[in-house]
């Protein structure tokens, strides 16, 4: 019994060392022998301490031992918390903690303990690691984890449907019965929500209505079982949304509705909205429209706009003022999936009457038909109307249409429309050029004031053209067959086929045949609109006829029968062993000549017959100037004819100079205006000679001509004393041409060109004349 009481008291100690003492009193030792020797080693385990204790520092935590016996020695702690927060003695071994320990913060502590000789400073153990752990008090209150929590529940739920979870965390020991056992309690809105232990919130009531309050804010507190601190508690907010279910109606907003429309108004546009009034959230809104007097269904639709809380009318069909001018009925608008649990039977309708007056509006006119299609015969040309487009006014005034040809195209030059919707053939339509004529006609309204009406209509009008047959069948391609001279009878040259410009419809016979029989060719039907060229004797003379023309005559079995001519241009070729060409000659082709290349072609003969006339009168002036050559001695010095005088003695019969004396003897001006050169005073000299005077004066004004560079170069004697320096020709002046004796002939001149040609005409030598100066 004593053994046992000191286990206990070994258990609850505040520090449990293991001493010799108590070995012995528990009889823990091997053997009562005093004599055996014991392993020296540390004889203690862990250590314990209540957090906060309220006594003063230090607090004594235990008592660290060691089984060996050395007065010298001495206890040492190492660690983290060595000396600052824990100490202990070094004769006794007691540790102690000088600050007070929280086991929130840390509720363990591990230590090294040393046992080592105060003089050598060696130990006398190995060190020993020893934890001490801090007991837990209730200390701390609950706190959540957040301060408001928000949760969802749907309106009208059941009681006890599950809402939110708030959660609140108490950081004593969980180890510890009831310190940190966590109690929650709804303490504001109670009366609509509660919660359980575990924290989950739930409903108290089934009158949850969102139309009438969406948002609940509660407040909940958590509390912990009494203790140090028990009894203490903490609070969190609470916020709860009911979410919204469908359980109302929808009812008109007004008893009647009255709308006005055009009746022109689009398919599918707006008429009318039809307001209604649904407290429910858009998403929980299924209105629905049914028409319960007045069944206009074929004609109107409403469709629900959960959004606007509208129903929306729309036209189905087209609406006609002339036809109806008001539609009445009645509108039921209710919800099929609303929860009926809710309600009492027949709350569940709303109804209410709609009127909608259509308006007048002037509308274009409607054509009889969408699109109108005629058929013509080719080459068709007649008075009559081909056929005719109709169009109302669909208005209650019934004017009167006219009717107008629209975008301009080919067609337009062929076909016409009158006023009346009459469409006319104008040309001769042409199925090869254009087998289709599509027009566009418009129809306007004649106002009273006799003008157009700015809205029309349109329609389609579609013409086909007929084929007939008025073109004659040709070769299908430009063929270029080839023979071998020494080709034998029944050789085939080339398959030919045809093609015809009207319509080849299935049925359609082409014939082959040639114009005459006299020829080396002869034609073989194929029976499928095509037909063999073949030798018919053979042998070709190539040195005779190179190329043989073959007229085929090709007809078709159409109505009238129509029938051509076309040529092959056959090539006789050389040919080796094989009968392989090695030489032909390529065949004339035939070119057709265009009006345009003819009018060209007619233009440029008739420039070359104007070039021709202009050199045939140029030569015939040419001619007249051969004169010069008959009389040169004659007229030699009127070559050279020059404004003043010059020359001396030998002029006097080109230049009167009487009238020179007959001025000065008179004293008279000779000078009156203004001349080319200055005025020059007349130098006097002895005696009373004309002649001598006038020699200086010539004398002067030539020397004046020479020094002038403004004047034009005219044919004077100053022009001439320089012409031709540079020239190999030397001077072509005829100044000096009468006295000289020289034969120079002039006939090089033609080999000089155009430019020399006058000079080569009138200084050529002509046969069998002599030149006299």
């Known amino acids: 019994m004593e053994k046992l009481i000191l286990l206990f008291s070994l258990i609850l100690a505040p520090a449990s060392v293991y001493t010799e003492d108590f070995k012995t009193k528990l009889n823990l030792s091997p ?26 520092l230090p607090h004594h935590v235990g008592k660290i031992t060691s089984s060996s016996r050395n007065k010298n020695a001495m206890y040492v702690l190492e660690g983290e918390y060595a000396n600052t927060i824990f100490k202990v003695r070094e004769d006794t071994g007691d540790v102690y903690a000088f600050e007070r320990l929280d086991r929130e913060k840390k509720s363990e502590y591990e230590l090294t303990a040393l046992f080592i000789d105060r003089t050598t400073n060696k130990s006398l153990e190995p060190p020993s690691r020893f934890i001490i752990k801090v007991y837990d008090v209730n200390d701390n209150v609950p706190v959540f984890v957040q301060k408001v929590f928000n949760g969802s529940v749907p309106e009208m739920s059941p009681v006890g449907t599950s809402v939110t979870k708030v959660t609140a965390v108490d950081a004593d020991d969980p180890t510890v019965a009831g310190h940190a056992t966590v109690i929650y309690q709804v303490i504001q809105g109670e009366r609509y929500f509660t919660v359980d232990q575990s924290g989950v919130i739930s409903t108290a009531t089934a009158d949850l209505d969102r139309e009438s309050q969406s948002t609940y804010e509660i407040v909940v507190k958590a509390k912990d079982s009494p203790g140090l601190h028990g009894g203490d508690s903490s609070t969190a907010t609470v916020i709860i949304t009911l979410s919204d279910i469908n359980d109302n109606f929808p009812t008109f907003k007004q008893q009647s509705f009255h709308f006005k429309v055009h009746e022109n108004v689009r398919v599918g546009s707006d008429v009318g ?23 206009y269904r074929d004609t109107f639709e409403i469709i629900p706009n959960a959004f606007t809380n509208e129903g929306i009318i729309k036209p189905k069909k087209p609406l006609d003022y002339e036809k109806i001018k008001e539609y009445k009925f009645d509108i039921e608008a209710t919800d099929p999936t609303v929860n009926m649990r809710f309600f009492k039977p027949g709350e569940q309708k709303s109804i209410a009457t709609v009127t909608i007056e259509v308006v007048d509006v002037d509308e274009p006119p409607i054509f009889s038909q969408p699109s109108y299609v005629y058929e013509v015969k080719e080459n068709y040309l007649t008075k009559n109307p081909l056929g005719r487009v109709l169009a109302v006014d669909p208005d209650a005034a019934k004017r009167k ?42 129809a306007q309204e004649i106002m009273a004031d006799n003008r157009l009406s700015d809205i029309e209509s349109h329609t389609q009008v579609y013409i086909q053209v007929l084929d007939e047959n008025d073109n004659a069948p040709e070769f299908a391609y430009p063929y270029e067959p080839k023979v071998c001279e020494n080709a034998a009878p029944g050789k085939v040259i080339i398959r ?46 190539r040195e005779l006829v190179k190329i043989h023309y073959l ?21 006789v070729c050389k040919c080796d062993e094989k009968g392989e060409f090695t030489f032909c000659e390529e065949a004339a082709k035939q070119v057709g000549v265009s009006i345009q290349a003819l009018v060209a072609i007619f233009i440029c003969i008739l420039t070359i017959l104007v070039i021709t006339l202009l050199i045939i009168l140029r030569k015939r002036h040419k001619k007249e100037l051969t004169v010069l050559r008959k009389h040169v001695a004659e007229i030699h010095e009127q070559l050279v004819t020059y404004d003043e005088e010059g020359g001396g003695e030998m002029d006097t019969t080109s230049y009167d100079v009487s009238v020179l004396n007959s001025v000065r003897k008179n004293g008279m ?52 004393g320089y012409e031709g320096a540079e020239s190999i020709a030397e001077s072509l002046s005829s100044l000096e041409s009468g006295s000289s004796d020289s034969d120079i002939d002039y006939d090089f001149l033609n080999d000089w060109g155009p430019r020399f040609k006058m000079l080569a005409e009138l200084y050529g030598l002509e046969p069998n004349e002599d030149f006299v100066y």
């Open 31 to 56: 053997s009562n022998n005093s004599h055996k020797r014991f392993k020296r080693e540390w004889i203690w385990n862990q250590l314990h301490i209540m957090e906060e204790i309220n006594s003063p």
């Open 273 to 295: 909205r039809l307001k209604v009034e649904d407290i429910d959230e858009p998403q929980n809104r299924n209105t629905k429209y049914n028409f319960v007097r007045g069944d």
């Open 401 to 442: 249409i006219r009717y107008t040809l629209r975008r301009s195209s080919p067609s337009g030059d062929y076909v016409k429309v009158s006023n009346s919707g009459d469409i006319f053939i104008s040309k001769h339509l042409d199925r090869e050029a254009s087998a289709w004529h599509n027009l566009t006609v418009a």
């Open 496 to 541: 030919i086929s045809a093609t015809d410009k009207d319509e080849m419809l299935p049925g359609v016979n082409f014939k082959y045949s040639l114009t005459t029989e006299d020829s080396n060719f002869t034609l073989v039907d194929n029976h499928d609109n095509t037909a063999n060229v073949t030798v018919k004797y053979g042998q070709f003379n």
């Open 551 to 571: 007229p085929v005559i090709i007809s078709d079995n159409g109505t009238p029968e129509l029938s051509s001519t076309n040529t092959l241009s056959i090539s």
């Open 669 to 720: 001006n000779l000078e009156p205006g203004p001349c080319l050169y200055a005025q020059v005073r007349k130098p006097t000299g002895k005696g009373n000679s004309g002649t001598g005077e006038m020699e200086i004066m010539i004398e002067v004004k030539k020397d004046e001509a020479d020094n002038d560079g403004d004047l034009l170069p005219y044919d004077t004697l100053h022009i001439y």
